[in-house]
């Protein structure tokens, strides 16, 4: 019932970034801090309860109801965010079928749906746009061209098409010929040879084409599209047989193109964009290029490059030599994605966000620039979170991403960073922990991340599990920092749980209270009350809150001897308080209170009760409340029992006013036990400690606990003690002033509708 409750010790308020130093990391906070729009909550409403909702047709699909239609608008961002929740199958697919949603855009990026229920649901609608990267195997390639071809009006004015990493079965072909309206084409990581570029470069409309990572070997097919092809990417053609002077040859034949990307990685030391730069003559109106990963690039060869170049605005040079001169620094209006600075570094997050090997690349060199960082950066955080999201299985990413984190938000930065983003890191913190097991670097960095005060007290994200990985971690290993640093996040973190969830954890938490009690006794032993010394008795104290089976298991695995020793060795009023918050956890159980009559215990129990120190009294009169409260257990000790009953209630008499301080808050998840005490009319002691434990937390916080006595029943037995005529004088006034102290809440908050009032 009771619990140690940390006090906030950082401000909830964000600090906002200075718009004119930091434009886009103020745009970023405010957009994170901003609330989603009605039409997304709609939305998103819909999407949870899709199931509830639609009516099945006989095959077991979906059915939207025959009233509703959604405009085209709306039906493509809905579209969207049932594929991003990972909504979209067979089954839900099929609301799209017939004219009740009109989409132009389809993105399915990810989904596992087969090739008939991509038909079915998407191929009748007049769709300008299609997203199909990195879909299931299910819905191969040439099915999904085949499917968009078998409606005219697509092959006419399909606009975009992205499939990239889509599934190719072996020996297919890919026609493209009939799709006349194709502007923008992307087959990244897809088996695409030269007769699909030769097929491709027919396209009369085509303007974009990335051909990346593809089994291409000869590009002189674009010279067939050489007077409308403005942008062309091709990172990392690792078959390309071509020698960089023929490759030169064809580019710069390409008439119309603006943009080039021809990156690639660092270990294939490709010279192509070495000869590029050699050339005076190309792409002499290029607005963008991208030779990031290529050999023998020199500050001195890109600048002149440039120089001849008015109109180029991007330059990718990451994994470059170049890149570090004052002439990338001052340019106006260029743009470049490098590892100089931290503006370079952020434009290579952003740029490079689908491209894992770049994109760990930037993270190695952010985590560099940050590492003793003291400026807060939303933005960045943002763009680390989007690259964590987008390679969830590629290692490298998520270990220097996790670091980056860490170093983003450590200290007093997450201050700066709005709860919204907080919550989406850690979750992907958490995401990573679960694909990657048993990478203990990972590990640390994410308990790391959590110790921080503002994530562990206003972010929302997954408690159960991290409580879950902190605990395990706890167990396996026994560096003393990251010792006490999961201790710490422990007697947080279990706080914010239910004693139902935290049941769930079992042998983690069974484990936990083990090894807790372990570092204890070796510290009790040593004599050393150390922060971790603190974090312990303050673990324990909240694992034990509310919850049997703790209790049990601490005293299965002698805790109370140990905690015994810890009264001995220490007198300290602190520790004394947290140890007696513990014992009055287990009081609290019925069937382990038996386990308090040692003489040892009643005896420092005793003792403590007439302590000067107000919370250690406190504590030390509810563990001899819930005891004397149960006959059975003093059946041959009936002197001892009134002799600690009169010392009881001498104590109380001793208390200052229940509204008084104490160093130790006490806080509850309940008052259930308290109402057997509270109906103990034959016990006025036993009564009269309830009654002012109510009174003291219903007076410091009336706003929670006078809610939670109405909700829990506890107004009947308050007015009944208030009216009873065997009750004693003062537990009649106790439990006339927590009565009063509801009506003057209510009445100053004017707060009727938090519970049903009851008639005084």
């Known amino acids: 019932m009771v619990h140690f409750l940390h006090p906030g010790r950082s401000p909830r308020n964000i600090v906002l970034p200075d718009a004119q130093k930091d434009a886009l990391g103020c745009s970023v906070v405010q957009e994170e801090a901003s609330p989603y729009s009605l039409v997304t909550i709609c939305l998103k409403f819909l999407i949870a309860n899709l199931e509830k909702l639609c009516s099945e047709r006989p095959d077991g699909t979906l059915c939207l109801p025959e009233p509703w239609s959604f405009p085209q608008e709306i039906a493509d961002q809905f579209l969207g965010l049932m594929t991003w929740h990972g909504k979209l199958n067979d089954r839900t697919a099929s609301i799209f079928r017939g004219s009740q949603m009109k989409l132009k855009l389809v993105n399915i990026q990810k989904a596992k749906i087969s090739a008939a229920a991509f038909i079915k649901a998407f191929c009748h609608h007049k769709l300008t746009e299609v997203d199909a990267t990195e879909v299931e195997c299910d819905l191969p390639i040439p099915d999904i061209l ?71 070997t000869d590009i002189s097919a674009l010279l067939t599209c050489k007077d409308h092809l403005k942008f062309l990417s091709m990172h990392y053609l690792k078959c390309l047989t071509m020698t960089g002077p023929q ?129 807060i950066m939303p933005a960045v955080l943002k763009l680390v979170a989007i690259g964590m999201r987008n390679h969830p299985l590629d290692l490298a990413v998520q270990f220097t991403a996790s670091a980056c984190a860490l170093n983003l938000t450590r200290q007093g930065l997450a201050k700066g960073m709005p709860v919204r983003l907080l919550s989406e890191v850690t ?47 706890l167990c396996r290993h026994e560096d003393p920092k990251m010792q006490t640093m999961a201790v710490s996040v422990i007697s947080i973190l279990v706080l914010q749980l ?76 602190a520790i004394q308080s947290k140890v007696l918050g513990l014992l009055n956890n287990i009081a609290e159980v019925t069937e382990l209170s038996c386990a308090l009559m040692s003489s040892e215990v009643l005896q420092h129990v005793s003792s403590l009760l007439h302590s000067k120190e107000i919370e250690v009294s406190y504590f030390a009169a509810g563990i001899i409340a819930h005891l004397t409260s149960n006959k059975q257990l003093w059946k041959y000790r009936g002197r001892q029992r009134k002799t600690v009953l009169r010392d009881l209630h001498a104590a109380i008499q001793n208390w200052p006013s229940s509204s008084c301080k104490m160093s130790s808050l006490v806080t509850y998840r309940s008052f259930k036990p308290f109402f057997p005490l509270l109906g103990n009319f034959c016990q006025p002691e036993v009564q009269l400690w309830a009654l002012w434990a109510l009174c003291h937390v219903c007076s410091k916080n009336p706003s929670k606990y006078c809610k939670m006595l109405v909700e829990e029943g506890g107004f009947p037995l308050l007015c009944n003690i208030r009216d009873h005529k065997r009750a004693h004088p003062q537990a009649q006034q106790l439990a006339a002033s927590i009565l009063d102290d509801f009506r003057m809440h209510f009445m100053n908050y004017q707060k009727p509708s938090v519970c049903q009032v009851p008639v005084l």
Not at 251 to 278: M, P, T
Not at 437 to 461: E, G, H, M, W
């Open 247 to 375: 490759v030169i040859s064809v580019i710069s034949k390409l008439n119309c193109l603006l943009h080039l990307d021809i990156s690639d990685h660092r270990q294939l030391k490709s010279d192509l964009a070495f000869h590029l730069l050699q050339q005076n003559d190309i792409l002499p109106n290029v607005v963008s290029l991208d030779i990031s990963g290529g050999s023998q690039i020199t500050d001195g060869a890109v600048e002149l490059f440039v120089r001849q170049r008015p109109a180029l605005r991007f330059l990718g040079l990451l994994a470059t030599d170049a890149g570090y001169s004052d002439f990338f620094t001052t340019k106006q209006g260029l743009r470049v994605a490098g590892g100089a600075n931290m503006n370079q570094i952020s434009e290579a997050l952003n740029h490079y966000r689908n491209r894992s090997c770049f994109f760990k690349e930037a993270l190695y060199r952010l985590f560099t620039e940050t590492f003793s960082t003291q400026v």
């Open 498 to 573: 239910s004693p139902e969830r935290i049941l769930q954890l079992k042998e983690e938490l069974f484990s936990a209270i083990k090894e807790l009690l372990v570092i204890l006794k070796q510290k009790t032993t040593e004599k050393l009350h150390d922060i971790t010394f603190l974090f312990t008795l303050k673990a324990l104290w909240n694992l034990t809150d509310e919850c049997p089976a703790a209790c049990k298991h601490f005293v299965e695995h002698q805790g109370l001897p140990i905690f015994i020793q810890v009264l001995e060795t220490f007198p300290e009023s």
């Open 427 to 473: 979750s992907l913190l958490l995401k990573a922990l679960k694909n990657f097991p048993q990478y203990p670097q990972l590990q640390k960095n994410c308990l790391l991340c959590l110790t921080n005060s503002r994530i562990l007290a206003d972010v929302p994200f997954d408690r159960f599990y991290a409580a879950k990985f902190v605990m395990g971690w």
């Open 146 to 216: 085949s499917g968009l071809c078998s409606n005219s009006w697509i092959q006419q004015n399909l606009q975009n098409l992205f499939l990239g990493s889509a599934s190719m079965p072996q020996d297919s072909r890919l026609f493209f010929g009939q799709l006349t309206g194709l502007r923008v084409l992307s087959v990244v990581s897809v088996d695409f040879h030269n007769g699909d570029l030769a097929n491709v470069c027919q396209l009369p409309k085509l303007e974009s084409l990335d051909i990346s990572n593809t089994l291409v």
